[in-house]
């Protein structure tokens, strides 16, 4: 174990539908995360989040004096009920359990968008012409995130008067927009299988096999793929394959230019989760960025926005820790 900072440091957690990582935080440090305390489980291998709680601090074998958590569902007085896992997280039932000084409840894509201040150029895939913009704390600024992965996560971040703001959100579970006849078509399907047809649906791991399934049916072809990662390992050799990740990422880059619209993140728009970077060459391929731009009267002003993909491992733990910084009253964003 590396030597931390010896003011206690605090724990920060980012909890998904398949994974639940942690990482301690020295929020006096420029760069809060501390080397070598980053660790990732698998959800289902605890009965609730408290017992993944329990194992990270006996491996670390230091005692956090607060915590920030990042879950995926919607966050109601006090408590998260994850969309994606049959855990139920209270902030109370956590500080109370540890002896935290406190517990900070946040949604995770809110997490996500706060991890903007403390990307670097390295962190970031650029998609299409324009260069993600530099986060400026002395701006006005605003960014949305969309990000792909055992469900669709959106967030956004307002910079105003030197303060950040992140909106949290359930936009994955917005109508699904079809934009061809052909998208109509799966749409009119999906309905007959699930009633409400959302961007979830088709825009994450089980949302890709949905698209497959669909696609091969109305192409008159055999299901021969049953997961995610069997798809986009056959895009390059397998037709159907192919063609999913294809309307994947169109859909995609849809979803993404009507959040630029939606929110006004004229800054950028961030592109994390766990199926981004694994589609990253059939997002640069190009039919992400078109339909991104494709917003009839509004195209000029979307081909204007930034879109890139967020390659930092870690980005959920990085935003927790910023706003473990923030309730510090030490987050300084240096401008260079």
Partial sequence: MNVVSRARPVLVADVGGTHVRFALVDVAARTPLIAGTTRRYRAAEFASFADAVRTYIDESAERPVSAVIAAAGLRVNGEVRLTNLPWVISRHAIETAFGFERATLINDFAAMALSVPLLEAHDLCAIGA????????????????????????????????????????????????????????????????????????????????????????????????????????????????????????????????????????WDGVYLTGGLAPLLLAWIEAGGFRR??????????????????????????????????MIEAGRFDVRIE
């Fill in 130 to 265: 324009p260069a993600p913009a530099r986060f400026d704390i002395a701006a006005s600024q605003t960014f949305a995130v969309v990000g792909p992965g055992t469900g669709l996560g959106v967030g956004a971040l307002m910079v105003r008067e030197r303060r950040l703001f992140a909106l949290e959100t359930e936009g994955g579970h917005a109508s699904l927009a079809p934009g061809n006849a052909e998208e109509i078509e799966i749409l009119r399907r999906l309905a007959a299988r699930f009633g409400h047809v959302s961007n979830e649906r088709v825009l994450c791991g089980s949302g890709l096999v949905n698209l497959y399934e669909t696609l091969c049916e109305m192409d008159g072809v055999a299901v021969r793929c049953t997961t995610p990662e069997e798809i986009t390992a056959g895009a390059n050799a397998d037709a159907a394959c192919r063609r999913a990740v294809e309307r994947f990422s169109e859909l995609l880059g849809a979803v993404a230019g009507d959040l630029a619209l939606t929110f006004g993140a």
């Fill in 291 to 324: 339909r991104f731009e494709e917003k009839g009267r509004l195209s000029t002003a979307a081909a204007r926005v930034p879109s890139a993909v967020v390659v930092h491992a870690d980005a959920g733990l990085l935003g927790a820790a910023v706003q473990a």
